[in-house]
């Protein structure tokens, strides 16, 4: 399992982040990438966002190298395993379907000073943050798939890093350019998860 979930890793490394950029790059003649909080200031916020979620990565791939070195799993149970497998697929597929969706507004980091449209259509009719939402999938999958104290580590810096970004990078971004559009889209559309319909006074 340890073998099946490193090439999983591989192939969500390979769709999410290179083969999008390629699609992005062939239809738009720009890659999508902006250096964000890679490069943002020592301790900001975005900052610490960018490098959680690089630790995020690392983690997840050093979690199936660990458990094929003979680092024992936290549960061997074939049921859990089995389950994550089922949602790391799942969260790569609706990933890079939530990815292509955004068509040629699609990025990955902010820049403050680049006007981009607001996508409120296809997934983003669902959630605000479906690439996110999708993306939690398979990093829960990934260690469900091998379960162990790196894994683990992974899944907490993620959504650690999804959390900062989101509410404290992205949103105020989207607030600051959109204004009273992304108002009424934030209040209709949840932010990671479906949100119930409002019921209506009759």
């Known amino acids: 399992m340890a073998a099946l979930a490193l090439a999983m890793f591989a192939v969500m490394f390979l769709v ?21 909080g890679l490069t943002a200031a020592l301790g900001s916020v975005e900052w610490l966002a960018a490098w959680l979620l690089v630790l995020a990565l690392v983690a ?17 149970s074939v049921w859990v395993r089995g389950a994550g497998t089922a949602l790391a697929a799942a969260g790569i597929a609706l990933t890079f379907a939530a990815q292509l969706s955004m068509g040629s507004e699609w990025r990955i980091g902010v820049d403050p000073d680049e006007r981009t449209g607001l996508v409120t259509d296809g997934a983003f009719q669902i959630v605000r943050n479906p690439i996110f939402s999708a993306m939690a999938l398979s990093a829960v999958g990934l260690a469900l798939m091998v379960p162990n104290a790196a894994s683990i580590v992974g899944v907490v810096a993620f959504a650690a890093a999804v959390e900062l970004q989101v509410r404290y ?25 479906p949100r119930p319909s409002a019921v209506r006074s009759p």
């Open 60 to 76: 997840a791939f050093v979690a199936p190298i660990l458990e094929l070195t003979g680092v024992e799993p936290l549960t061997d």
């Open 169 to 193: 990078v992205e949103e105020p971004h989207l607030r600051k350019l959109h204004g009273e559009a992304y108002a009424r889209y934030e209040a209709s559309v949840g932010r990671f998860v």
């Open 16 to 36: 999410i982040f290179v083969l999008r950029t390629v699609v992005q790059r062939r239809t738009t003649g720009d890659s999508g990438l902006r250096p964000g």
